[in-house]
């Protein structure tokens, strides 16, 4: 139709003719509506039939397809644009959800892995949007609370799977749709709970997300929406001491004292909610829910040292209308009194845990480590008797047994007899040793084992030889007596050994260490054998046993020249020189040795010339030296540079001194030994300083042995022989020899002096 062929108002059509023309356009338009959306409701209505076959018993062990919500939430968004629809779509809609939301109802029913899963969270989540899209309907009562419930319900879940994000979404819509109502015009208590329970979860969704100013502003918020609840008041009172612990966990000042502002509104809130509440149980609840916050207002005070707040909280709580009798209540009134300075009210609480039969394990443990830290040593006797008070009144494991045991006992490095007695007496008790007697707390014997012996061994270093030795005996009460723990038992023999060798108890050392010798026969049992005889003075045991020592599997010559130091330490020289000779035994074997052959040697002659001896012995262990060095070489037996000059100068200053000292004896066989001995080692030195005075002490040595020769003759009264008459005339030819090079050597060093050129200058 052209526009000039439009009628003009004047003459248009009748007024019920364009009334009739109005509702056939809409009917049109609503039919075309419907053609549009009709299989979009097909698609979702179809999606949902998956979900439900799903959540069918038949399928419980098929996984949710994440495809099932994303085709839904495709369909939901071209649904969205068509909006607004007619109340029986909207009615259609409300059914859908419904059916959807049911379905993952019976899918986490069904699966407990589905039910945790993001599938299952988005499929509550399409649900939520479907019933907000639909909007209000006409004969649904209160649609915006189904809502908003939908919503909340939905960020409960999200919140579960840690989603902070999408959670916070769904709260946020949630509290948008109800906003709009008229909270004074909500009858409905659910409707009213669910005002309080969203503001809540946001604030614990906002906490999660560290966002503390927001999640504290929504819980001042949620105090205007107790609506005179006794539950409401519960409920946001929880939520006010589950900040509060979990600030009070962080351990640090500030946070303490956020902590007790947190726990301050708890406790106001339960007080309020105690006022309103009517039934009995609800009241039995509230007291309890206060005293509980109570208690950990009183652990906040502990821990910012307000000692007197903890003591007044406890007295609140033990002498209020519930009479609490919290296990917790000693412990906090006994650090509050320790940290007072009264050490006296302190161990009336903890002598007060033993009546209480509420108390847990770990909490008196925790309390007597607290009171041992105060009062240190003093507190000791204390510790035992509540520790053995418990064990007749409560099962106590082994493990308690060695936290106690370790705080009497005191830490590495501490030495105190008191404690340690204390600890002996405590460890010892025939019911401390029955916790430890079966399997499972063979862990904790063998830590109760090494604690006495640590601290028998700081005892032992510390010469504390009498309490060393009754800890060593305690520790030994927890070795079992079977054969893998036999190398443990030996070894504790040994060191009471010790520790009696120390008291002077020498036959108390001998039975322990006869003990040991049955159980693990040993150089360290022999050892200490032959230490016993040395202090007993029994010199033929211990040369007896040294013979015993070297039969040991375990022997190593190390234990030979330790045996000579004990002897010498002991004045036992008999004994030293048979340990030294046996040492000697193993030098021409040609093993490796960590003490030189030379100096075994010298500490020998040192010790025979100690005390009167066989003077023949002296010499064939110079004369040994002697021999051992034109076998391996000057160099190899002595040693190089001055430490080698050093040893051979030593054998010759000692030959020829004990060759004099034989003279003035009238030894005078021996004196030509020893003269000759000292001839040989004072040649074999080549000291270009001393050269002159060695040559002097050769010849004098050899002049000296020959007179020394004939002088034995005549004390003999016996005719020399050829032999010796050979000898001596070889010996004078040497002397004669090395007279005459010392005056040639002596004549060229005068010479090639500068005094010495000039002289011969001036004579020619």
């Not at 779509?89 to 407990?112: E, F, G, P, Q």
């Not at 049992?525 to 040294?546: G, R």
Request: glycine share 6%.
């Amino acid at each position: 139709m052209r526009i000039a062929e439009i009628p003009s108002p004047s003459q248009g059509p009748s007024q019920s003719q364009s009334q009739s023309q109005q509702q056939q356009q809409q009917q049109s338009h609503s039919q075309f509506r419907f053609d549009l959306f009709n299989p979009i409701l097909l698609q979702i209505e179809s999606s949902i039939k998956k979900a439900e076959f799903l959540s069918s018993a038949s399928a419980a062990d098929h996984p949710l397809s994440p495809i099932i919500p994303d085709d839904l939430r495709h369909s939901l968004t071209l649904l969205a644009q068509l909006t607004p629809f007619p109340n029986s779509t909207k009615l259609h809609i409300w059914k859908l959800s419904y059916r959807l939301w049911n379905a993952c109802v019976d899918l986490a029913n069904t699966s407990a892995t589905c039910r945790s899963s993001t599938e299952h969270a988005n499929l509550r989540h399409v649900a939520s949007d479907l019933l907000y899209l639909a909007g209000d309907v006409d004969g649904v009562p209160s649609p915006a609370a189904k809502s908003a419930s939908f919503y909340y319900k939905t960020g409960l879940i999200w919140h579960s799977l840690k989603n902070f994000e999408l959670a916070s979404s769904c709260f946020e819509r949630a509290s948008d749709i109800v906003s709009k109502l008229d909270l004074t015009m909500v009858a409905d208590a659910g409707a009213k709970k669910l005002l309080l329970d969203l503001n809540i979860a946001r604030s614990r969704t906002a906490w999660q997300v560290s966002d503390r100013n927001l999640a504290v502003v929504l819980l001042s918020r949620a105090k205007g929406l107790m609506f005179g609840s006794p539950e409401h008041y519960k409920a946001l009172g929880d939520e006010y001491l589950a900040f509060g612990k979990i600030e009070l966990s962080k351990g640090e000042t500030h946070a303490f004292r956020e902590a007790l502002k947190l726990l301050n509104e708890a406790l106001d809130l339960y007080e309020k909610g105690l006022r309103l509440a009517r039934a009995r149980e609800e009241m039995v609840e509230f007291k309890a829910l206060r005293s509980k916050t109570l208690r950990f207002i009183s652990a906040v005070h502990l821990q910012v040292e307000e000692f007197e707040s903890v003591i007044k909280c406890v007295r609140l709580l033990r002498d209020g209308d519930c009479g609490d009798n919290h296990p917790s209540l000693p412990v906090l009134a006994m650090k509050a009194w320790l940290g007072l300075g009264r050490h006296g009210e302190a161990e009336k609480e903890l002598r007060g845990m033993i009546e209480n039969k509420g108390i847990p394990e770990s909490a008196w443990v925790s309390a007597v480590e607290t009171y041992f830290e105060a009062v240190g040593g003093a507190g000791a006797e204390t510790a035992m008797g509540v520790f053995m008070g418990l064990l007749d009144r409560c099962h106590v494991s082994a493990g308690a047994a060695v936290r106690v045991a370790h705080k009497v006992v005191g830490h590495a490095g501490e030495v105190s007899e008191v404690r340690a007695r204390v600890a002996a007496k405590l460890v010892s008790d025939e019911r401390v040793l029955t916790l430890f007697r079966k399997e499972p707390a063979a862990k904790h014997r063998k830590t109760m084992y090494t604690l006495l012996w640590n601290c028998a061994a700081d005892h032992f270093r510390s010469k504390g030889y009498e309490i060393s030795a009754e800890m060593f005996e305690k520790s030994m009460l927890y070795i079992p007596y079977d054969i893998e723990n036999r190398n443990l038992r030996a070894k504790g023999f040994r060191v009471l050994c010790l520790c009696y060798l120390g008291l002077s108890q020498l036959d108390r050392a001998q039975e322990y260490v006869n003990e040991a010798e049955k159980l693990e026969p040993s150089i360290a049992c022999a050892f200490l054998k032959f230490k016993i005889s040395l202090l007993k003075s029994d010199n033929t045991a211990a040369i007896n046993q040294i013979q015993s020592m070297m039969s040991c599997l375990d022997f190593t010559p190390d234990f030979l020249s330790l045996s000579a130091h004990e002897a010498v330490a002991c004045r036992a020289f008999p004994v030293a020189v048979a340990s030294l000779s046996s040492l000697l035994d193993f030098y021409s074997t040609g093993k490796s040795m960590i003490a030189r052959e030379v100096v075994v040697l010298r500490t020998l002659v040192t010790i025979l010339t100690q005390e009167p001896s066989d003077d023949s012995e002296i010499f064939g262990v110079l004369k040994r030296a002697c021999d051992r060095a034109i076998e391996l070489g000057a160099g190899c037996f002595f040693g190089e540079g001055e430490v080698g000059k050093r040893e051979q100068n030593w054998f010759a200053v000692a030959c020829w001194n004990l060759g004099t000292r034989m003279g003035k004896e009238r030894k005078f066989e021996l004196c030509a030994e020893f003269l000759l001995l000292a001839s040989k080692f004072y040649t074999a030195l080549s000291d270009e300083e001393q050269v002159d005075e060695n040559n002097v002490i050769v010849f004098r040595s050899l002049t000296l042995a020959v007179t020394a020769m004939i002088a034995s003759e005549e004390q003999t009264n016996t005719t020399l022989s050829n032999a010796k008459i050979k000898q001596a005339k070889e010996l004078l030819d040497r002397a004669d020899y090395e007279a005459h090079f010392h005056r040639k050597e002596s004549q060229q060093r005068r010479d090639s002096s500068p005094r010495g050129r000039k002289v011969i200058h001036l004579h020619a």
